[in-house]
């Protein structure tokens, strides 16, 4: 433990001094020395990180042990935990480990973690975690998880690697991640047929080049992860899991066609872009029986319709106020006589016109009413979101 109150106390020293207003150069010339694990360089980056991490980690954040790209590309806790109960098994290796993160949770739900690391620095701060963290039943591996000398040492019933990928590649392939997908599978079946990866979500679904569950997570309406379970891992073909609720629709959920909508009825609903990314639109409809019709569909936003009232954590919903032409004019109009005081907008606009536009709208309006706007087309859709 005295490693990790060391460092911990260099890193705090380190906040400290930020916040002071310290330059960088002056706390890495002066005030900071490299320790055995550490460079100054990395413990300053460590320590702007630490600054950072609690929008991601909750009060966790600002404990962990993370670098920069550590930070963005860990698993968030939620997400780990979940994972870590659809893995659980008795020997978990994870031999793309990074800072540690979701072994760490691995490690709290199973018997023993293997954890895998190429870059030595990563490996540290995974220890670091582990240790912070008292879990006991790691072990740790530095090297290559493609070499002989690391996947000879491997013995498990449950793999999972967790690639870097690259963040300038456009098309998601696999190709694109490190260590690659299917060099894995190919080295690891010799060790167990189950096997598990963490993929781009936005990679397509025929760029994923090995059979398996294609799990698409989201978390707080958003896509946020895909998985893929392999060999007796599988349940089906596609699923999607929303959290923190964990509803889940998968493909083998009875399909409900969805027609096109002439106009709104009593309400809207958004749907998780994650459920269409996978597409299971159908299946959620067929899941909660829903009874209505498609507004529109696309990438960024789906918009349903009904007169009915329908409860899922994929669906966001409104009650329908009234729709006009998509107009300046023509929308103020509607939105004083619907009593509104505030203005959100719905619909995809360049982040820079974002408030400009809403001001346009807002101006003079002193209603109770926060009003949500959609654009369908050349229509302005009013609405008004039902918390539940
Ligand atoms: C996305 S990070 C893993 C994050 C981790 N799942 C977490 O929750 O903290 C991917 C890691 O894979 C490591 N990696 C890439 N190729 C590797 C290889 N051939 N062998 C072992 N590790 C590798 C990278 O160094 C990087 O730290």
């Known amino acids: 433990m005295d490693e990790v109150r060391e460092i911990e106390r260099i890193i705090e020293r380190i906040v400290n001094l930020i916040r002071r207003g310290y330059s960088r150069g002056k706390i890495l010339s002066e005030m900071v020395e490299d320790t055995s694990i550490f460079s100054r360089e990395k413990l300053f980056e460590m320590a702007r990180c630490r600054m950072r991490s609690r ?21 968030p806790p939620l997400i780990a935990d979940y994972r870590a109960r659809r893995l659980e098994g008795d020997i978990i290796a994870d031999i793309s480990c990074g800072a540690g993160i979701q072994a760490i ?76 997908p299917l060099k894995v599978y190919d080295i690891y079946r010799k060790v167990t047929d189950k096997i598990a990866f963490e993929l781009p979500p936005q990679i397509r679904k025929e760029n994923v080049l090995i059979d398996g569950e294609r799990e698409y997570t989201s978390l707080d309406f958003k896509l946020n992860r895909l998985a ?50 996978a597409d299971l639109l159908e299946n959620l409809a067929g899941k909660i029986d829903f009874d209505g019709f ?27 106020l009234t729709s006009c032409k998509f107009s300046v004019e023509e929308i103020r109009k509607e939105l004083l006589d619907v009593d509104a005081g505030k203005v959100m907008l719905r619909f995809s606009i360049d982040p820079k016109d974002y408030w400009r536009f809403r001001k346009r709208l807002e101006e003079g309006l002193s209603g109770s009413k926060k009003v949500e706007l959609f654009r369908v087309g050349e229509r302005a859709i009013l609405a008004e979101r039902v918390n539940s």
């Not at 629709?249 to 399909?255: A, E, F, K, L």
């Open 55 to 75: 929008e991601k980690f909750g009060e966790l954040g600002e404990r962990l042990f993370l670098d920069e790209e550590s930070l963005r590309y860990s698993t």
């Open 105 to 180: 949770y691995f490690a709290m739900r199973s018997g023993k973690v293997i954890a895998v690391e190429r870059d030595p620095v990563k490996l540290e701060l995974a220890k670091l975690n582990a240790r912070l963290l008292n879990i006991k039943n790691m072990e740790f591996i530095q090297g290559d998880a493609l070499s002989r000398e690391v996947y000879g040492r491997i013995k498990a019933d449950i793999v999972f690697s967790d690639p870097s990928r690259k963040p300038e590649e456009r098309i998601r392939t696999m190709d694109g991640l490190e260590p690659p």
């Open 228 to 277: 893929l379970y392999t060999g007796p891992l599988k349940r089906c073909d596609v699923s999607a899991i929303s959290l923190p609720r964990e509803e889940r629709v998968t493909s083998n959920d009875p399909r409900r066609k969805v027609g096109l909508a002439e106009q709104p009825l009593d309400y809207l609903y958004e749907v998780d872009p994650t459920i269409v990314k």
């Open 294 to 320: 498609l507004l529109m569909m696309g990438k960024r936003r789906t918009l349903l319709t009904s007169s009915e009232w329908f409860e899922s954590s994929f669906l966001r919903g409104y009650h329908f």
